[in-house]
DNA sequence: CGTCTTTTTGACCATTTTCAATCAGTGTGG
DNA sequence: CCACACTGATTGAAAATGGTCAAAAAGACG
């Protein structure tokens, strides 16, 4: 794994995601603990692992910069994409917090991340209650966006699916505040959309194809346009996200 | 809903979960943090509502015994099952930590739960560190869990998944200490394993057969036995569980 | 015994997968 | 600049998995 770049270090007064409207602010207090508690930072070339399964992490991480996904694989390598993994985004908490991880990370694009130790992590808690409520704020969050994506690969039909995915991406990366028009540069395969669909690649481009035609979305090597949210919005059934001021370390 | 029956109230310090040797050990400070945070209990029956989407819930629950199930439905109907709850399981937490909950919970079985006052989950954070630490890690439990649900019904076939489904009740019901010899009194129907598989019932009444007819399970009306742990963790590959000493409130 | 819910079955249909190529775009070395 | 190698997107056809419809059988229960 070629993720061992060290990378020299941004202040968190100077972080780049305090700026963007979706975050909270924080307290002095709160941001000189955080800079204490930030080890270093570390940079992941595209297609690189960043955490594996079955490792016991010894680091937390914030994404900075960057896109990622986390999934797990089955013994005879199907594939499964869980979520993806943008800027603002805690990541690694499983392998903190339990004996290991049970999934990986890969990185789509450079990833530029803040590391975390793990030892300090219980100093989150005893010292800074604010922020330890923060990490079970996200950590919930996930869970519902696990949800949701649950009940989409369960329930919904294979062009509701890749419909919800694909706003469901457009409007996270719009909070993140990486987004160039109405233009998402997703930078992921039709593969990566299968793998987190649930369906063969084959069928994944016809679904595409047939969104396509009805003018919700163009797809193009590596990117999509999204040229109807509403539309989309429509045929998942989904209801987008009512996400303010979120938190994050 | 009529899931509102105020019951006695046990003290935590009697609370039947703490003798299981799943679940870890209690200091007398925290034991005592709890016995005031708790407010009350409430027994809900068989098919009730215990939790609605949508609503913004004042309480958080431990679940003292019962099964009970979390899910999702779509607009027109389709139900999702996202993940069955069991003694010991903190319920709730979405609704206190965010706007309002995004999923239902429905009872199986009479259930009884702990109920904890909202608005005291702060001092939570504040005085008991240990104790917000527990409620992270149940967050990243269920995480964790819906990982795999998702990597089955994304990429099992319908006998792994069913496979799989029953042997992780099983065990979940082992580790929560309700189960009678190598039978699980799983009170769901072949319904509620085809909103959990993502699958109709037909098929997954065939499935199920199928299972049965390699001697691995044994349906019954809403209950099963299983026969052969060993061979349904093979099919399904999966590892099982290997939890020890997890935290609860 | 009659009613209700749950399980089971069979026939037929739809969605999705697999297999096997082909095509398009990008980057490389000559 | 062109041939060549790669990766990702597209297609068509055959096969399989799973869904729908409709109805019967089997328990559970008052």
Redesign the interface.
Known sequence: MDKDKKAKRTSCRDCPLRDLSSFRDFSEKELAFVEDFKTGELVADPGATILVEGAHSAHLYTVLTGWAF?Y?T??DG???I?NFVMPGDLVG??GT???EM??SIEALTPVRLCVFERGKI?KV??QH??L??D???M??????I??????S????SAFERAAYLLVYLYQRAQLAGILSDRKVEIPITQQHVA?T??LSTVHTNKTLRKLADRKLIKWRDRACDILDEEGLLAVS?WEGF?EKNRPFI
Do not use: C
């Open positions: 986390r797990k089955l013994a199907r594939r499964q869980l908490l499983q917090l339990m004996e049970q999934h219980s808690y005893t209650p604010t330890a409520f990490i079970t704020w950590a919930a969050r996930e869970e519902r696990l949800d949701e994506n649950l009940l690969v369960g329930r919904r793998d669909l649930g059934g009512e």
